[in-house]
């Protein structure tokens, strides 16, 4: 039996509890005294006194980088404490740029990181999370990713789902009325598409997408996929030749034969938006997505299919994107623990962890709406019992750009099949015999 991830049983009860609002608005104006007829404004509300102390953020999540920035300025104005966040994702490589950061000097207070192999290069400065007041409210094996030794490094950042988001209008005006869940059903689903007239997926050229939750399919469909990537890594096993990998080869090409034509160009900005705009049926993302989408079609009605690699039904995938580190060398650790705690238990810091952020919170002690976090989040939740996990974190920091870049070839066409396998297990190995 495959391995599930099993806290998302618990998600779909924690988020269908209604969220509660903030409260009305103390604000009210005066009437001057002096003249009896005009109005002042009302007083501006108390801020915190400013203090000499500033705590940086260094994190990777593109989608919320306005939103992060926002938040950092309410606690300035709560705290009297400044936060500065410096964003790096989407096309850049954030492991490598952390690196050069702490290289260079600057000790950021925060970090992020997905815990597993991806955390024992950061040991040295991880800080024990285990006394902190948010800790019992975690789903349980959401903590699992940054544990080491019966103690909690991270504070997962949320919970996120992948599969295929659809356009549902564009599936009904071809004429598909149930949704694919098989790989046949997939494939008929795009010749329907195209017979349509419409584009069946919007591809995109990135390297964390095609190497980390492309293949990762393929690695969660594994019977232990934990034990397959340690065989892999030990030079026990190979991907060349595993009957898994080789049916996932099929749902590949199904995606990249009927993608766009300018799919080797495509970065993550544009799939999204050339999605969002209509120009594709499908396109696999996760629920990260829904902000920048009802930034271009509110609108839009979407669903979150599983992702198929045979005939039988496929599965979403669903994990831990990252965690909140808390960095021992910075200046500021003891703040930096105020400022996460802070983030999960004031009503303004989970008001923008659903509403803004748009996340899936990983702590039970915040309650959310459909409204807040979208319809894919919604539909992630819905099929959580079933979803397979994440696991490209268990590979050492290297080995899942080497994927990607394997991925990027194989879409370009510039290696076959079996050239495209051998370079997987060649990025395994020439980052494990360093």
Not at 109 to 133: C, H, K, W
Not at 209 to 227: C, E, F, K, W, Y
Not at 401 to 420: H, I, K, S, T
């Amino acid at each position: 039996m495959k391995r599930r991830f099993a806290f998302l049983i618990a998600i779909v009860c924690i988020l269908i509890v209604a969220g509660c609002g903030n409260g009305g608005n103390n604000n009210s104006s005066a009437q001057s005294t002096n003249s009896g007829t005009s109005e002042t404004a009302a007083p501006a509300a108390s801020e915190a006194p400013k203090k000499d102390v500033t705590i940086k953020v260094f994190q990777f999540k593109v989608e919320i980088a306005e939103q992060i920035n926002a938040l950092a300025e309410e606690y300035e104005k709560e705290t009297g404490v400044k936060v500065e966040v410096e964003t790096h994702g989407g096309g850049e490589d954030y492991g490598a740029l952390l690196k050069a950061e702490i290289a260079s000097g600057s000790e950021p207070e925060i970090f992020n990181n997905g815990g597993f192999a991806a955390l024992v290069p950061y040991m040295d400065r991880a800080t024990d999370l285990s006394d902190q007041p948010w800790v019992s409210s975690l789903i349980p094996t959401s903590k699992i990713p940054t544990t080491v030794d019966g103690k909690l490094y991270g504070l997962p950042m949320n919970v996120e789902g992948y599969g295929l988001i659809y356009n549902k209008d564009l599936f009904a005006k071809a004429g598909i009325t149930e949704e694919p869940k098989t790989l046949p059903q997939l494939k008929d689903a795009a010749a329907k598409l195209k017979a349509a007239g419409i584009t069946p997926f919007e591809a995109t050229n990135e390297w964390w997408s095609l190497g980390i939750h492309m293949v990762n399919v393929a690695m969660a469909n594994q019977a232990d996929p934990a034990q397959y990537i340690e065989d892999l890594k030990a030079g026990k096993q190979t991907i060349k030749g595993n009957d898994i990998f080789k049916q996932w080869l099929d749902f590949v090409d199904v995606v990249f034969n009927n993608s766009q034509d300018n799919k080797v160009t495509t970065d993550y900005a544009t799939q999204v938006a050339d999605f969002a705009s209509g120009k594709a049926a499908m396109m696999m993302q996760g629920n990260w997505t829904q902000g920048d989408i009802d930034k271009i079609d509110p609108s839009l009605k979407l669903g979150l299919l599983p992702i198929p690699i045979s005939d039988k039904e496929g599965h979403i995938f669903v994990g831990v994107p990252n965690n909140w580190i808390v960095n021992s060398k910075s200046a500021h650790p003891e703040e930096a623990k105020a400022f996460l705690n802070w983030m999960v238990s004031s009503e303004t810091g989970k008001k923008y962890l659903t509403k803004d952020f748009k996340f899936i919170p990983a702590l039970s002690n915040i309650s959310t709406t459909a409204e807040d976090i979208g319809q894919v989040a919604v539909a992630v939740q819905e099929q959580s019992a079933t979803a397979l996990s994440w696991n490209w974190d268990r590979f050492p920091d290297g080995v899942t750009q080497g994927f990607g870049a394997a991925m990027q070839e194989y879409l370009g066409g510039q290696v076959n099949r079996d050239q495209l396998l051998e370079k997987l297990d060649k990025a395994i190995q020439d980052i494990v015999k360093q």
